[in-house]
């Protein structure tokens, strides 16, 4: 059963009752005085048609004020009508459980649900507490008993994403740890690197970084990154990419197994500000094979000398071009020879194969 399934129930169950000892309940109380769930009520109301929403007045939507729910019940609206099956609910955002027991100091806009707590019940926590999401998720009675981190960047990230929560199997939640970066993670689609490999090549960019999903986006990148994309920018991530230090390491083996994918990528890079000021950097030592200008001075260097080799005398020559194989060969298993930006490298594969057959002069036959 997806989460969502599981909280239908647990607020329908709210009003079984005993008819041997009690009467049937007037409606649920839903109070949510930090209005934590008032994201998904439009969800939560096209599974529950009888659902009503404390607000200002929107029959359509099934929305009014206290007065009006109260009609609701005594089956006086006209605009609404209720399934005579089911216990009406009434979901109060800004109202606590508290509100509604001080009935004298109860404000105006609230007096005419106050009775309500009487010949109705109040879904809440055994402790009499209201419902919030963390303790839906956490508890194991009348919650879901999940594991979940309990620290404010995790109660923000789970009230962000709750509307995706939603649709998750609560089997296959059961085990996990639900903190920020895995809410955070369900709010980006599931799928972090390739997130970054497409917001880095440019295919998906977030314009507006107050969104929701840009927020969640940039709160998994600095957790698991250590990069801020909205702070940084695109080419501090490019030269990240390329250096695939840490954590990046796994952004990168990412990028390799489809660079086609990421047409613009090479391109960020190139306007990156290589180490190229280092004696390493043409050791060849597989220290820059992020960086396609670090290939390209390599591409340089074989060309210069390929040609050098024009007027060698041949034994010297094929000796050469073994020890070039031997120094270019590793780039043909590299990203770059993928994209068809070493063809010297793979062309020198073939002339080491000249060379070896060629070495010993042909038999006179």
């Not at 007037?26 to 969800?43: G, K, M, T, Y």
């Not at 027991?101 to 019940?121: F, I, M, N, T, W």
Request: negative net charge; hydrophobic residues 40%; charged residues 25%.
């Amino acid at each position: 059963m997806r989460v969502l399934d599981h909280l239908l129930k647990a607020v329908r169950d709210a009003a079984v009752f005993n008819p041997e000892v009690q009467v049937a309940p007037a409606c649920i109380l839903w109070p949510d005085r930090d209005r934590q769930w008032e994201a998904v009520i439009p969800v939560l109301q096209a599974e529950l048609p009888e659902l009503m929403i404390l607000g200002d007045y929107a029959p359509d939507k099934r929305i009014g004020p206290a007065i009006w729910l109260r009609c609701v019940i005594a089956g006086r609206a006209e605009d609404v009508s209720l399934p005579k099956d089911r216990t009406p609910i009434f979901y109060l955002p800004g109202v606590s459980r508290q509100d509604l027991r001080a009935v004298e100091s109860c404000p105006d806009h609230l007096k005419p649900l106050a009775e309500l707590q009487y010949r109705g019940v109040i879904w809440s926590q055994i402790n009499a507490k209201d419902w919030t999401i963390l303790a839906y998720l956490k508890s194991d009675q009348g919650g879901l008993g999940l594991d979940v981190a309990q620290d404010n960047d995790a109660k923000n990230a789970m009230q962000l994403a709750l509307y995706r929560l939603l649709d998750e199997d609560v089997s296959l939640l059961k085990g996990k740890r639900l903190d920020k970066d895995y809410f955070n993670t369900l709010l980006t689609g599931g799928d972090p690197i390739r997130d970054l490999l497409q917001w880095l090549d440019g295919s998906q960019s977030f314009q507006l970084w107050d969104s929701v999903e840009a927020k969640a986006f940039v709160e998994v990148c600095k957790s698991q990154l250590a990069f801020n994309p909205q702070a940084e920018g695109v080419l501090a991530g490019s030269t990240k990419l390329a250096n695939h230090e840490g954590p990046w390491h796994a952004v990168w083996e990412r990028y390799c197994e489809a660079p086609k994918r990421y047409p613009n990528i090479p391109a960020q890079i190139r306007k990156c500000r290589p180490p190229s000021d280092t004696i390493f950097w043409h050791m060849g030592d597989g220290s820059f094979d992020g960086w396609p200008q670090w290939n390209d001075d390599q591409e340089k260097n074989l060309h210069r000398d390929l040609m050098a080799l024009a007027k060698a005398p041949a034994h010297e020559a094929r000796t050469k071009i073994k020890e070039l194989e031997k120094q270019h060969g590793r780039r043909r298993s590299l990203v770059w020879a993928e994209l068809d930006d070493a063809p010297l490298a793979c062309a020198v594969e073939h002339l080491a194969t000249i060379a070896e057959i060629t070495k010993s002069g042909l038999a006179a036959g």
